[in-house]
């Protein structure tokens, strides 16, 4: 049996240039700040954004209570354009998760912001109907957008 690989995407226009956003997503500080699940970030850099390469830990909530420790590598880091991560530990589970967000400033100064997620789910790995449906799921990858907007406006 080959592994799963769940796709989900969102997107949604901030009111802020691309460059600022894509900074302000890049930092692990601020992901607590604007990502629901995301209760805390640790590591040797998560007060600057972060650059292709470094990695740093998250503390997840989970659905239904309780929490998990992801690991997160930085894939790719364009500034302003793109900031793509990898899990490389998510909660001991033979899970890996791919989060990349794209930003495109529009003429106006607001920025169109994507978020995609694939996760890749071992053969043995269970995977309950929550988490296919949260995995899978286009509302929500979008959860972030209302904190980010938030967020960005009170750091003005």
Same mark, same amino acid.
């Given at each position: 049996?080959?592994?799963?690989?769940?796709?989900?995407?969102?997107?949604?226009?901030?009111?802020?240039?691309?460059?600022?956003?894509?900074?302000?997503?890049?930092?692990?500080?601020?992901?607590?700040?604007?990502?629901?699940?995301?209760?805390?970030?640790?590591?040797?850099?998560?007060?600057?954004?972060?650059?292709?390469? %470094?990695?740093? /830990?998250?503390?997840? &909530? !989970?659905?239904? =209570?309780?929490?998990?420790? +992801?690991?997160? *590598?930085?894939?790719?880091? %364009?500034?302003? /354009?793109?900031?793509? &991560? !990898?899990?490389? =530990?998510?909660?001991?589970? +033979?899970?890996? *998760?791919?989060?990349?967000?794209?930003?495109?400033?529009?003429?106006?100064?607001?920025?169109?912001?994507?978020?995609?997620? +694939?996760?890749?789910?071992?053969?043995?790995?269970?995977?309950?109907?929550?988490?296919?449906?949260?995995?899978?799921?286009?509302?929500?990858? +979008?959860?972030?957008?209302?904190?980010?907007?938030?967020?960005?406006?009170?750091?003005?």
């Amino acid at each position: 049996m080959p592994a799963l690989t769940l796709r989900a995407a969102a997107a949604g226009t901030v009111r802020h240039r691309a460059a600022a956003v894509a900074a302000f997503v890049a930092t692990p500080d601020h992901w607590p700040r604007f990502h629901p699940r995301s209760a805390a970030v640790t590591g040797a850099h998560t007060g600057r954004p972060l650059r292709t390469g %470094d990695m740093v /830990r998250e503390e997840i &909530v !989970r659905d239904g =209570g309780g929490r998990l420790v +992801a690991d997160w *590598l930085v894939t790719a880091h %364009d500034p302003g /354009r793109t900031f793509a &991560v !990898r899990s490389v =530990g998510f909660g001991g589970r +033979a899970v890996q *998760l791919d989060v990349t967000y794209t930003f495109e400033e529009n003429g106006d100064g607001s920025t169109l912001v994507r978020r995609a997620m +694939a996760t890749t789910v071992a053969p043995y790995e269970p995977l309950d109907d929550a988490e296919r449906a949260a995995y899978g799921s286009g509302e929500h990858q +979008a959860a972030f957008l209302p904190g980010l907007r938030a967020a960005l406006d009170a750091a003005r």
